[in-house]
């Protein structure tokens, strides 16, 4: 993968194309470019449409990188103090957009667990339709947040276990609705351009838990893909928060 005239980590270019990628989106999930301009994600289709529709704007190789919506740690720490700032690039390193305060629990009428330390019955909650949001409780060895997902998919108890999706979504999507932000849960135009361009991987639909589930997991059905974690978890290349970069490895392997 290639960057051309990357900018600065921290800066906000007027619009930048990724071309090559995997979009974590229900609403274009064959999307191969995205397009981010002024803070949002300005376009996403087709690669040969991009190059012909916004060929002037900083392009980004990113080939068989996938770009999802970012994590978001709604129990950053194990009581009611603030995070301590000085973690942020550690925890943005990590994929994580977002590190809000508070213990897991009852918040926002959102059911807050530290899947990597605490147990749940998530099967059950999701059909009694209470939304879920994940965190690391403050704890080390919680700090990577594909661990989240794997704790409520692969790690519980068998006939607790959720989807991948399912487990992601509370990742990402119900930390947002904690933090009082709406959020569709994907990558589509029109939405705040937070995101997290991560390795290229193999990728996966998995669904255990189809009681309460209702989407395909057949790949012609266009649900999104998420890395398969079996083998471990993909290395966030870049995270942007509302535009801005601040995390970026694109090219420091010289790639």
Request: charged share 20%.
């Amino acid at each position: 993968m290639t960057v051309n005239d990357a900018p600065a980590t921290g800066s906000a270019p007027a619009a930048t194309l990724y071309t090559g990628i995997v979009l974590y989106s229900s609403k274009d999930p064959e999307a191969s470019a995205m397009l981010v301009a002024d803070g949002l994600i300005a376009w996403t289709g087709p690669e040969d449409s991009a190059l012909l529709l916004h060929g002037d704007a900083q392009r980004v190789d990113a080939t068989g990188c996938l770009v999802t919506p970012g994590f978001v740690d709604a129990a950053a720490t194990a009581d009611g103090s603030q995070p301590d700032p000085a973690q942020d690039a550690a925890a943005a390193a990590r994929g994580i957009v977002l590190r809000l305060p508070g213990p897991t629990g009852e918040r926002e009428g959102v059911r807050i667990v530290a899947p990597v330390t605490e147990r749940a019955d998530y099967l059950d909650l999701l059909g009694a339709g209470t939304p879920l949001a994940f965190g690391s409780a403050g704890r080390a060895a919680a700090a990577d947040p594909w661990d989240w997902v794997r704790g409520a998919a692969r790690t519980s108890p068998a006939a607790q276990r959720i989807s991948d999706r399912a487990a992601f979504l509370a990742a990402t999507r119900g930390g947002q609705r904690v933090a009082g932000r709406r959020h569709p849960g994907s990558l589509q135009t029109g939405v705040e351009a937070t995101f997290v361009l991560w390795e290229p991987w193999d990728l996966t639909v998995q669904s255990r838990a189809e009681r309460v589930e209702t989407w395909s997991t057949d790949p012609r059905a266009r649900t999104p893909l998420l890395p398969d974690l079996d083998q471990g978890s993909p290395r966030a290349l870049r995270t942007v928060v509302a535009g801005r970069i601040v995390h970026d490895e694109l090219g420091a392997d010289g790639s």
